[in-house]
């Protein structure tokens, strides 16, 4: 009996069914390099382990410089997102290296602490700052999503209209309610995220193979990245 057996045949663990047929689906991967960011204190690193080890810490341990964490996700059931999720310090001292941070990235998850209306302050000076270090590749913003973080703590300081304003005002699409310790909307944001992410990648593609079809340039995944 011939091997059913094809090293060529790219493989996955979904399969899709016709006529008692199993095929392999093909899957696509692409990696996205996401940042938090946002004042000290106010939640980056907990979300982010949230997110990826799915636990929570009461201690506050200061991120110096930046810390790192990746995941995988499906999307579609074709697609692979690789992310890699750089948490980046909110001390003022460490700010000093953040452009070398937040190159490449193609989304950002701010932060501010709903119990701290000192840290929603701050949100516009890191967005500009964000918006000054990173671009996409056609010097559009990167996609942001704004996470009102500790949602949990009872008698939150910053009324929802004043954050919908805010969002309004600067260009933010979407907001989000979160806690990391309650475990409360945090894969809705990164969900959020990584499909606008996606949005951009297809754009993206389309833009380096129209540059190829007109041999201009050499083809590069990241062909009009600042
Ligand atoms: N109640 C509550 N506490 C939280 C939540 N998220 C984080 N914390 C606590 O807030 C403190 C600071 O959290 P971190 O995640 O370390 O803050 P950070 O933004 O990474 O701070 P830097 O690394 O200094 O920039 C810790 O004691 C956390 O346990 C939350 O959703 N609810
Ligand atoms: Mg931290």
């Known amino acids: ?3 059913l057996y094809n090293r060529d045949i790219p493989y996955c663990d979904d ?3 016709f006529d008692y047929i199993k095929y392999p689906t093909e899957v696509k991967t692409v990696t996205f390099k996401f940042l938090v960011i ?3 204190g106010v939640g980056k690193t907990a979300i982010v382990r949230r997110y990826a080890e799915g636990r929570f810490c009461s201690n506050y341990k200061v991120t110096i410089g930046a810390d790192f964490a990746v995941k995988s996700v499906m999307r579609d059931k074709d697609v692979k997102v690789n992310l890699q999720l750089w ?3 909110g001390q003022e001292r460490y700010g000093f290296m953040t452009r070398v941070y937040y190159k490449h990235a193609i989304g950002a998850v701010v932060v501010f602490d709903v119990s701290r209306m000192g ?7 890191w967005l500009t700052d964000l918006r000054e270090k990173v671009a996409l590749y056609d010097g559009s913003p990167v996609p942001v999503v704004l996470l009102a973080n500790k ?4 008698g939150a300081a910053i009324p929802t209209e004043t954050i919908k304003k805010f969002c309004r005002d600067h260009g933010i699409e979407k907001w989000f309610p979160t ?4 475990d409360i909307n945090i894969d809705e944001a990164m969900d959020y995220l990584i499909d606008r992410a996606l949005d951009v990648n297809h754009q993206e593609t389309k833009c380096c193979d129209t540059v190829m079809l007109q041999g201009k340039s050499k083809s590069s995944k990241r062909c009009c990245f600042r």
């Open 179 to 182: 806690s990391a310790k309650d």
């Open 38 to 40: 946002g004042d000290y």
């Open 119 to 125: 840290t929603f302050k701050t949100v516009v000076k």
């Open 151 to 154: 949602c949990d703590i009872a």
């Open 87 to 89: 948490d980046i310090a």
């Open 15 to 17: 399969f899709y069914e």
């Open 1 to 3: 009996m011939p091997a």
